[in-house]
């Protein structure tokens, strides 16, 4: 597949690397679409590849120092995502392997915690987390991610752009990814993977 190169690209990846979000946005807005695209051939499922490509623009923004060494940045955005793409699935296949292993050498069945209170603690723990967003981020994020609302149905209702709608989830993504990481040592997308597999 063969994903064009932006005209003023470089122009672009120079003041992104002075850390212009003019920049970064425009970088974002083009190439967003074909990323998720390219992430979808891997992982077959799409709220995961939307995650990981999140991930990977966070992982461009927080390196954006760097951009002025690079040749290319769609060269650089492609291979990072793959690069991220396939750390995640190799990780995800030890975490799949291992509960294999654990069901498999379990001597009887055990009681589960109810499903209840699993999905309880769950929203409060997401409950707290969202008090940390703005009223409008966390509203982006509840229509999107709760509603299964799409981006241009969010920027209709909220009369705001889709731009706008995106930035407002990269900035949610980026909370709730700190929050799983410090808390427990997990990626977004593979907390994402073990929700749906334990749903």
């Given at each position: 597949?063969?994903?064009?190169?932006?005209?003023?690209?470089?122009?672009?990846?120079?003041?992104?690397?002075?850390?212009?979000?003019?920049?970064?946005?425009?970088?974002?807005?083009?190439?967003?679409e074909s990323l998720g695209s390219f992430i979808?051939?891997?992982?077959?499922?799409?709220?995961?590849?939307?995650?990981l490509s999140q991930e990977v623009f966070s992982?461009?923004?927080?390196?954006?120092?760097?951009?002025?060494?690079?040749?290319?940045?769609?060269?650089?955005?492609?291979?990072?995502?793959?690069?991220?793409?396939?750390?995640?699935?190799?990780?995800?296949?030890?975490?799949?392997?291992?509960?294999?292993?654990?069901?498999?050498?379990?001597?009887?069945?055990?009681?589960?915690?109810?499903?209840?209170?699993?999905?309880?603690?769950?929203?409060?723990?997401?409950?707290?987390?969202?008090?940390?967003?703005?009223?409008?981020?966390?509203?982006?994020?509840?229509?999107?991610?709760?509603?299964?609302?799409?981006?241009?149905?969010?920027?209709?209702?909220?009369?705001?752009?889709?731009?706008?709608?995106?930035?407002?989830?990269?900035?949610?993504?980026?909370?709730?990814?700190?929050?799983?990481?410090?808390?427990?040592?997990?990626?977004?997308?593979?907390?994402?993977?073990?929700?749906?597999?334990?749903?």
């Amino acid at each position: 597949m063969h994903y064009p190169k932006l005209q003023n690209e470089q122009e672009l990846q120079r003041r992104l690397a002075g850390g212009d979000t003019t920049a970064f946005d425009n970088l974002y807005n083009y190439y967003w679409e074909s990323l998720g695209s390219f992430i979808l051939r891997y992982v077959k499922v799409p709220e995961l590849a939307e995650d990981l490509s999140q991930e990977v623009f966070s992982k461009i923004w927080e390196a954006r120092e760097m951009m002025s060494q690079v040749d290319s940045f769609r060269g650089y955005l492609f291979t990072t995502a793959r690069n991220h793409t396939l750390n995640f699935l190799n990780r995800a296949t030890k975490i799949n392997a291992a509960k294999g292993l654990m069901l498999q050498h379990m001597p009887k069945p055990v009681a589960l915690p109810d499903d209840d209170l699993i999905m309880r603690d769950y929203k409060q723990w997401l409950q707290n987390i969202l008090q940390e967003m703005t009223p409008q981020m966390r509203q982006v994020f509840q229509l999107i991610r709760q509603e299964y609302k799409t981006y241009d149905e969010v920027a209709v209702l909220l009369g705001i752009s889709r731009n706008t709608v995106k930035k407002h989830m990269v900035g949610s993504m980026k909370i709730i990814r700190g929050r799983l990481d410090d808390e427990l040592g997990l990626s977004l997308s593979l907390s994402l993977l073990l929700f749906i597999t334990l749903r």
